[in-house]
């Protein structure tokens, strides 16, 4: 069973950037499909972005695209989440997620069988 640890989250200003990265422990993690959502207080979960197994395959949310940049590395394991000129409006907790199916609804939490921890992201003005 792969476990999902994220790292990266803090206290940024706004305009600022941060780095999100995701971990995945065992062998089949360059089979996963895997996503970013984002929950602030009171919120649903929300899709940020996602990614295919080969990283050749990316999608994002109108609200991020062309700030956010997601990636991975399969040779570490890792995904990635470069956030730039983040807003007020992204401050949540986010989450690292993975499915082994493919990316089809992609942007449905509930398609994903697997999660972190969720890690703060707190953007200031």
């Known amino acids: 069973q792969v476990q999902l640890v994220e790292s990266g989250g803090g206290l940024v200003q706004r305009g600022g950037s941060l780095r999100l990265s995701c971990v995945g422990s065992g062998s089949t993690f360059n089979k996963l499909t895997m996503a970013w959502f984002s929950q602030a207080p009171g919120n649903d979960r929300f899709f940020v972005a996602a990614?295919?197994?080969?990283?050749?395959?990316?999608f994002y949310s109108d609200s991020v695209k062309g700030r956010f940049t997601i990636s991975r590395d399969n040779a570490k394991n890792t995904m990635y989440l470069q956030m730039n000129r983040l807003d007020i409006e992204d401050t949540a907790v986010y989450y690292c997620a993975a499915k082994t199916s493919k990316l089809g609804r992609y942007n449905v939490s509930g398609t994903y069988t697997l999660w972190g921890q969720g890690i703060q992201v707190t953007v200031s003005s």
């Open positions: 990614i295919g197994w080969s990283g050749t395959s990316t």
